[in-house]
Nanobody
Framework: QVRMVESGGGLVQAGGSLRLSCAAS????????MGWFRQAPGKERDFVAA????????FYSDSVKGRFTVSRDYDKNTLFLQMNMLIPEDTAVYYC????????????????????WGRGTQVTVSS
């Protein structure tokens, strides 16, 4: 059974940084694409960033490009999201997810392309 467990959320002031982690287990992820999504109250779940597990190719939404960095520890099956220059609009529950297989660009932004999800971690940015 595939498990995705997020950690690292919290409360931070605008301009600050947080690093989210996602521990993945239950399969070989070498051919997969992993992603970070976020969902604010009353809004849809939006794409944040994705990474192809084997190659390390990365993809970002325009709203976080230049501020957030997605990375992975290939051997430890851990996904990361380094978030810098946080703004109040970044406040949301952040979810990690994995596909069972490679996602073709630009479909990595679609929630329907992912097969397993974590339960999320809350990030709150105060002004």
């Amino acid at each position: 059974q595939v498990r995705m467990v997020e950690s690292g959320g919290g409360l931070v002031q605008a301009g600050g940084s947080l690093r989210l982690s996602c521990a993945a287990s239950g399969r070989s992820f070498s051919g997969d694409t992993m992603g970070w999504f976020r969902q604010a109250p009353g809004k849809e779940r939006d794409f944040v960033a994705a990474i192809r597990w084997y190659s390390g190719d990365t993809f970002y939404s325009d709203s976080v490009k230049g501020r957030f960095t997605v990375s992975r520890d290939y051997d430890k099956n851990t996904l990361f999201l380094q978030m810098n220059m946080l703004i109040p609009e970044d406040t949301a529950v952040y979810y990690c997810a994995t596909s069972f297989g490679r996602i073709q660009s630009p479909l990595y932004a679609r929630t329907s392309e992912y097969d397993a999800w974590g339960r999320g971690t809350q990030v709150t940015v105060s002004s």
